[in-house]
């Protein structure tokens, strides 16, 4: 009987172990009293039978599905709204809706008024060409600006020493 | 499909994927979320659900893939704590004597082992699934989940002899 626990257990490190043997160990093991030499293996296979006998004991709720599909819609609902955004912004395109408005009469005027004032601009063209000759003011103070030298009679006495 | 339909095809391995999560997220809390979203996730996918052939497998990896993305998201936030950082030395190894004779000792070691150790022996020594179901869950192939399986035991077995001799002297 030891001989062939001993037998099981060597087999049992190297993997090789069936599932009917390893119960076999299992149930050795979890005897009152096993050989001392072997005591060492009795509380892991212990702890492999308590551990299977550990359950989830929290209720299973699928409700959460509900809220992960909320979730996701919203997520949808996000990229509607900005597609809805982008779409009236091409739809109702304020340069192009002017465009459309502008009718016959607002074309005359358009052009009446165009007329008026390159009418204006010819007449102040003419004017500023006619004030234009202002200009010679300024090159006549330049010429008086040798009096200054007046106010220094000195210098020009100097200069010519 | 009925809520109370989807229910009875649930329960019989809702456990297990709640063990399952708690072998990797170790808070009970976490596990018992992790198993709410899991089973959340199966309802909304109810209507493909005759289409697997094993619900219970599909399950199980969909647990695991919850559990690694919740894994991933905490080393990213960096919110693990290490509790070797503020414990004194001393006082750990008394805690380990104390620990020695308890089953609690195996939880601290399992705990140490790489996740696709913790999972194997999560699923073959607790769940007592067979090497082809397991290899299907965790996308390996037999050999491979012999081999980590192996290892798991050995390391197991090794923290085991090494607190087992420090408790006889």
Not at chain 1, 47 to 75: M, P
Not at chain 1, 88 to 93: C, G, K, L, P, Y
Request: net charge neutral.
């Amino acid at each position: 009987m030891l001989n062939n626990i001993e037998h099981l257990l060597e087999k049992y490190e190297n993997g090789e172990t069936s599932l009917k043997e390893e119960a076999q160990l299992k149930n050795y093991f979890s005897q009152e009293t096993v050989a001392p030499h072997l005591e060492m293996y009795k509380p892991m296979f212990q702890y492999f039978i308590v551990n299977k006998k550990e359950q989830f004991t929290k209720d299973i709720s699928l409700l959460e599905v509900n809220a992960t599909k909320k979730k996701f819609n919203f997520k949808w609902l996000s990229i509607a709204a900005v597609a809805v955004l982008m779409l009236s912004i091409f739809v109702f395109n304020p340069t192009q809706s002017q465009e459309d408005l502008i009718t016959e009469a607002d074309r005359a005027d358009y052009e009446n008024a165009k007329a008026a004032l390159a009418l204006v601009s010819q007449h102040l063209n003419k004017a500023t060409a006619q004030v234009s000759y202002l200009k010679v003011i300024n090159t006549a103070g330049t010429q008086v600006d040798y009096l200054k030298e007046i106010n220094d009679p000195m210098g020009r006495i100097f200069n010519n020493n | 499909m009925t809520q109370s339909e989807f229910i009875n095809i649930v329960t019989p391995f809702k456990d297990k994927v709640f063990r399952l999560a708690k072998r990797l997220l170790v808070s009970t809390e976490e596990a018992e979320d992790a198993t709410q979203e899991v089973l959340i996730k199966l309802w909304k996918n109810k209507k493909k659900i005759k289409e697997y052939n094993n619900i219970e497998a599909f399950s199980m990896t969909m647990t695991k893939n919850f559990c690694f993305d919740k894994l991933k998201s905490k080393q990213a936030q960096n919110l693990k704590i290490v509790h070797s950082n503020y414990q004194d030395h001393n006082v750990a190894l008394q805690k380990q004597v104390e620990l020695n004779d308890s089953l609690d000792w195996i939880g601290k070691i399992m705990e140490d082992l790489p996740e696709q150790q913790k999972m194997v022996v999560q699923l073959r020594d607790i769940e007592q699934y067979d090497f082809k179901e397991i290899a299907k869950m965790l996308d390996m192939n037999e050999t491979a989940v012999r081999v980590t399986l192996s290892r798991a035991r050995k390391t197991i077995r090794e923290k085991l002899t090494k607190t087992h001799n420090y408790g006889v002297k």
